[in-house]
């Protein structure tokens, strides 16, 4: 099965200060996802990238950046970060049997 | 990317058969239905996967009808450990380039003793 890590599972952080959350996959996938998931909210699609370099927005991207500069790496950043981006955030990689495989997941508080 | 429906949440008790359906009317021809379980805490982690028909393993069944616009996860006898968050994924998953994955609510199946 695909592998996929993320860097950090708690994180407390600033308000104003740029996060960096990475995630790596261990296979040669193209398509990889970032969600945030909030309490009676669900997960909320973030960004995500179908190739290296290529990044396109998901429904909730106001406020966040990404980076893709490696197929097995795909980076969230928060350029600025501010107390309603609390959340827990999950980082996918879409194997192409159509399983996605989810990492652990990044708890960020923002103070 | 078809929209999905589901119940929000279900009750059940342990040993029973549990069947959680999905609303996919706009499914496409390509599209094909993924389940997710999600326990809290946890990134979600796949299920079952079907196009049409019965698909069967180890810990689910999934009853696609012919027209595909709805489709059934059926987990049986359920035990306490059943209890999480349900999703269906609806998704021309196997093609590659552009895929956006959207998720929808899901249904929070609570087992009880």
């Known amino acids: 099965d695909v592998k996929v890590t993320q860097s950090s599972r708690y994180l407390v952080k600033r308000t104003g200060e740029k996060v960096f959350l990475e995630c790596v996959q261990d296979m040669d996938h193209e398509n990889m996802f970032w969600y945030r998931q909030d309490p009676g909210l669900g997960l909320r699609l973030i960004y995500f990238s179908y190739d290296v370099k290529m990044k396109e927005k998901g429904d909730i991207p106001e406020g966040y950046s990404v980076s893709r500069e490696k197929k097995e790496r795909f980076s969230l950043i928060l350029e600025s970060a501010s107390t309603n981006q609390t959340s827990m955030y999950l980082c996918?990689?879409?194997?192409?049997?159509?399983?996605?495989?989810f990492g652990e997941g990044s708890r960020l508080t923002v103070l | 990317l078809a929209k999905t429906t589901q119940p929000i949440s279900m009750d059940s008790y342990e040993g029973q058969e549990v069947n959680i359906t999905c609303s996919h009317n706009n499914i496409a021809t390509n599209d094909y239905i993924t389940w997710y379980q999600q326990f809290p805490s946890q990134g979600p982690r796949f299920i079952i996967q079907?196009?049409?028909t019965k698909v069967t393993n180890e810990v689910a069944s999934l009853f696609i009808p012919a027209d595909r616009k709805s489709s059934t996860l059926s987990l049986p006898r359920v035990s306490l450990s059943d209890t999480a968050v349900y999703y269906c994924l609806v998704g021309d998953f196997r093609n590659t380039g552009f895929q956006k994955l959207v998720f929808g609510t899901g249904t929070r199946l609570l087992v009880s003793p």
């Open positions: 996918a990689a879409l194997k192409n049997t159509g399983e996605l495989f």
């Open positions: 079907g196009y049409k």
